[in-house]
């Protein structure tokens, strides 16, 4: 990132989140072991080309695992510390976890000078931490329809 001059930069955190190594191990075995090799045959002997095979077939069936790796990504970028310490130096340009740490290593110490009401407590700091979590449960909840379709896929019912 230092090469590319994007240190201090929004895209120096996005760039490397973007790659996800365990998304694309986790697709890759999806791909080569649960989609049936029959219907992809099929779908050749049919006419489709290998861009189609991958688009009409193998994609809307893969909706269920593209739903579970979009929620690993979003959940680990989002609580992600590490990278946004490393790349982001300036304090207004830091996510709001880290400014959650931030405040809540000086919340329990006393200012000296400053009137109480306006040091940050513990039930502030609480009720940051649950507006933290709400993005990551209404993700959850747009989500959970792939994630369950997936889970059921092979229940029969009655």
Same mark, same amino acid.
């Given at each position: ?70 929620? !690993? ?60 979590? !709400? ?24």
């Amino acid at each position: 990132m230092n090469g590319l001059h994007l240190l201090n930069n929004p895209l120096s955190v996005i760039l490397p989140s973007a790659f996800f190594p365990f998304g694309v191990y986790l697709m890759y075995i999806f791909f080569s072991t649960s989609l049936p090799r029959d219907l992809l045959a099929a779908a050749r002997v049919d006419g489709c080309s290998e861009w189609g095979v991958f688009r009409r077939v193998a994609v809307p069936l893969a909706r269920p695992m593209v739903g579970l790796v979009a929620f !690993f990504v979003f959940v680990s970028q989002w609580n992600n510390f590490f990278l946004v310490e490393v790349m982001l130096s300036s304090a207004s340009r830091l996510t709001l976890q880290v400014g959650l740490v931030y405040i809540s290593n000086t919340a329990f110490v006393p200012f000296p000078g400053l009137p109480l009401s306006q040091q940050i407590l513990r039930p502030e700091l609480a009720m940051a931490g649950i507006i933290l979590a !709400f993005p990551v449960v209404v993700f959850f909840a747009f989500i959970q329809r792939n994630l369950l379709r997936g889970l059921l896929a092979g229940y029969a019912v009655g």
